[in-house]
């Protein structure tokens, strides 16, 4: 069975910073480019980052492109999303996703290409 499992989240000051992991069990990470993506309530999922197989190409939203950093670590079957300067609007819960279809250096923000799906650990931003 493939799984993903988030963990990192937590409440955190505006400014502060935070680090999420998904760690994959029952499939190699390596073969997989992996997305971040984000609701928060009431709003439609985000997609936040992606990293291809190979971790050469990555890709960020707007809102986030220069506080948050994504990477993997296909040794330890698992990939990071280092966040910094949080911010209030970063308050949701997060997902990792994975999947096999991209090309080695490829990768999407887009939901749509991903089947296999994190529970998600929810992040809190507030003072």
């Known amino acids: 069975q493939l799984l993903l499992v988030e963990s990192g989240g937590g409440l955190v000051q505006p400014g502060g910073s935070l680090i999420l992991s998904c760690a994959a069990s029952?499939?190699?990470?390596?073969?997989?480019?992996i997305g971040w993506f984000r609701q928060a309530p009431g709003k439609e999922r985000e997609g936040v980052s992606c990293i291809s197989r190979s971790g050469g190409s990555t890709n960020y939203a707007d809102s986030v492109k220069g506080r948050f950093t994504i990477s993997r670590d296909n040794a330890e079957n698992t990939v990071y999303l280092q966040m910094n300067s949080l911010k209030p609007e970063d308050t949701a819960i997060y997902f990792c996703?994975?999947?096999?279809?991209?090309?080695?250096?490829?990768?999407?923000?887009?939901?749509?290409?991903?089947?296999?799906w994190g529970q998600g650990t929810r992040v809190t931003v507030s003072s």
């Open positions: 996703a994975a999947d096999s279809i991209f090309l080695s250096n490829n990768c999407s923000r887009n939901s749509m290409p991903y089947h296999t």
């Open positions: 029952g499939f190699t990470l390596d073969l997989y480019a």
